[in-house]
T-cell receptor, first 111, second 116 residues
Framework: DAKTTQPPSMDCAEGRAANLPCNHS???????VYWYRQIHSQGPQYIIH???NNETNEMASLIITEDRKSSTLILPHATLRDTAVYYC????????????FGAGTRLTVKP | NAGVMQNPRHLVRRRGQEARLRCSPM?????VYWYRQLPEEGLKFMVY????????ESGMPKERFSAEFPKEGPSILRIQQVVRGDSAAYFC??????????????FGAGTRLSVL
């Protein structure tokens, strides 16, 4: 699986958009980009995933660059409850199903 | 729909005792994954199981740890003769299908094991 690089921490003002970057320069054509988050003391929560097209759901938007070497998770209107560690994970389509969690980005939403 | 259920939420054991962690997957899910999270660290994959089969146990310590997912009942992660280094949060995830990266894993709330 391709390795990902994320900034260790970010701050965001409440009500503003939070843009979380992820570099995955060695991603392969059959690897998907997944985003999860982990709020303190809770289990990881699935947010969104995509292959090459931009994706949007009720939680967030995922923007993947045309060369697929990086992506950005966008929380359009961050709230205090969005404070969490956000993990960007790339996964290859085969029988190996483990999720390779890195250190993630610790997002702090401030009032 | 009930999510992934793990119990107990907190488990305290003394060194040398056995710890049993249970995981009931989401309804309709037949694939279960166990992860361990040490304090201030990310999640590390341990084992992937389907009903009655271990598919991938590459992340399991070679000794004292075992996992099962019987035909009936929850998946069990068993740690024998626990040591203080086993203190961690253990998370279970389940998915509807396996083998495809677009398949989504849903996580439980975890079991926090403390070894005294």
């Amino acid at each position: 699986d391709a390795k990902t690089t994320q900034p260790p921490s970010m701050d965001c003002a409440e009500g503003r958009a939070a843009n979380l970057p992820c570099n995955h320069s060695t991603i392969s054509g059959n690897e998907y980009v997944y985003w999860y988050r982990q709020i303190h003391s809770q289990g990881p929560q699935y947010i969104i995933h995509g292959l090459k097209n931009n994706e949007t759901n009720e939680m967030a938007s995922l923007i993947i660059t045309e060369d697929r070497k990086s992506s950005t998770l966008i929380l359009p209107h961050a709230t205090l409850r969005d404070t969490a560690v956000y993990y960007c994970i790339v996964r290859v389509e085969d029988n190996n199903n483990d999720m390779r969690f890195g250190a993630g980005t610790r997002l702090t939403v401030k009032p | 729909n009930a999510g992934v259920m793990q119990n107990p939420r907190h488990l305290v054991r003394r060194r040398g005792q056995e710890a049993r962690l249970r995981c009931s997957p989401m309804k309709g899910h037949s694939h279960v994954y166990w992860y361990r999270q040490l304090p201030e660290e990310g999640l590390k994959f341990m084992v992937y199981l389907q009903k009655e089969n271990i598919i991938d146990e590459s992340g399991m310590p070679k000794e004292r740890f075992s996992a099962e997912f019987p035909k009936e009942g929850p998946s069990i992660l068993r740690i024998q003769q626990v040591v203080r280094g086993d203190s961690a949060a253990y998370f279970c995830a389940s998915s509807q299908t396996g083998g495809l990266a677009k398949n989504i894993q849903y996580f439980g709330a975890g079991t926090r094991l403390s070894v005294l």
